[in-house]
């Protein structure tokens, strides 16, 4: 990307996009910024209801910091309404919990926002490129591109990353992707940005607090039908509100005590029964996934790779079967804890993305 480009910046108000958008533009590219608004944007103190309140990378003070980097860059900038798209995306993360299964609302964001309908706006204003600050690298190898870790493992996000369509692929950039966190914010403090040293958000945008139940009981109140919290021994325990309180292998919250942790092992939606026992019975030796999205030719006889079931997770080693272009099945060399139905799989090649795809079922610990 050596001439000069119209690139469109996905700008959050945060550090890593403000730099994205500030190294494009040292690079003599033609910027222009831009703010998903995702809904209410009244101030954080203001009495909303909680699944109308955003926080993190879609708040109000959020919008005002983009704005205000893109003023110092001296590029246009533009807040662009995705209220409607993002209401989709509660749906869905409400719609998981309601069936048992947990939500992964960062994955499909960046698929069907970021590289969606942000990649049509960019072809509104003759932007041939979307940018964002994600911390991930693309790189095209023998004619087809291929998604990576980052250089900074710690700040690594190519997990949430492997739902990119095809058609975006080629036309996507990860400035930062090379730089650890700490010279993004020395980058900052160069190129005068006032947020060099803001925080970062760890709560999904929509969910102050982390309060998940609340936001399914304001779009899925059906979901939440009281039933027993049993012991995997048959024992009855206790009683709970909903199952969408609850994911497989959470410890905390669970409000009933025999003696020694218990963790949850299953939830039955059918019966609104949540299943404790001992850790080891969190465990899984394999697992099933579907709805594939390959980043190379599906292989067609089993292969190892390194397998990640959620964002924080060590990637362990396996052996994976295609079972058909949408589905595979998965084989740990060793038994993994809580393989959570709803969550992302990503397969990796060192640190190349192999293929990611959805949880349907852990198999039991061989």
Not at 54 to 62: K, Y
Not at 109 to 114: D, E, G, S, V
Not at 343 to 360: E, P, R
């Amino acid at each position: 990307m050596s001439q000069r480009e119209r690139i469109l910046v996905a700008m959050s108000g945060g550090v890593d996009s403000s730099v994205a958008a500030g190294l494009l533009v040292e690079q003599g590219h033609d910027v222009v910024g831009v703010f998903m608004r995702v809904g209410n944007h009244a101030p954080e103190n203001t009495l909303l209801p909680i699944a109308d309140r955003h926080r993190g990378c879609c708040s109000a003070s959020d919008a005002a910091d983009a704005r205000r980097v893109a003023g110092q860059l001296g590029i246009p900038f533009y807040a662009l309404n995705f209220e409607e798209d993002f209401s989709r995306l509660i749906d869905y993360f409400a719609d998981e919990y309601a069936n048992a299964r947990t939500p992964n609302p960062c994955v499909m964001c960046n698929q069907w926002l970021k590289f969606g309908k942000l990649l049509a706006y960019a072809d509104v204003v003759g932007a041939t490129r979307v940018a964002t600050g994600h911390y991930a690298r693309l790189a095209e190898r023998d004619g087809r591109a291929r998604l990576s870790r980052a250089l900074d493992a710690r700040k690594d996000q190519s997990y949430v990353l492997f739902g990119i369509p095809e058609i975006a692929r080629g036309r996507t950039i990860f400035p930062i992707g090379d730089l650890p966190k700490s010279a993004v914010r020395e980058h900052a403090r160069r190129l005068g940005l006032s947020l060099h040293d803001k925080a970062e958000s760890q709560d999904i945008c929509f969910v102050p607090d982390r309060d998940y139940a609340e936001v399914v009981r304001a779009r899925r109140p059906e979901a939440f039908k009281p039933g027993e919290i049993r012991h995997s021994d048959g024992r009855m325990l206790g009683r709970h509100d909903g199952l969408p309180g609850f994911t497989l292998g959470q410890r905390h919250g669970l409000r009933v005590a025999v003696g020694s942790p218990v963790y949850v092992t299953a939830l039955d939606s059918a019966t609104s029964t949540v299943v404790v026992g001992p850790r080891e019975e969190t465990e899984s030796s394999s697992l099933s996934a579907s709805s594939m999205i390959w980043w190379v030719s599906p292989p067609t006889a089993p292969f190892r790779a390194e397998a990640r079931i959620r964002y924080n997770h060590v990637a362990a080693a396996a052996l994976v079967t295609v079972l058909d272009p949408q589905r595979v099945a998965v084989e740990f060399d060793a038994a993994q804890s809580a393989v959570t139905p709803g969550q992302a799989l990503v397969l990796y090649d060192g640190d190349d993305v192999i293929a990611g795809g959805w949880i349907d079922s852990g198999g039991p610990r061989a």
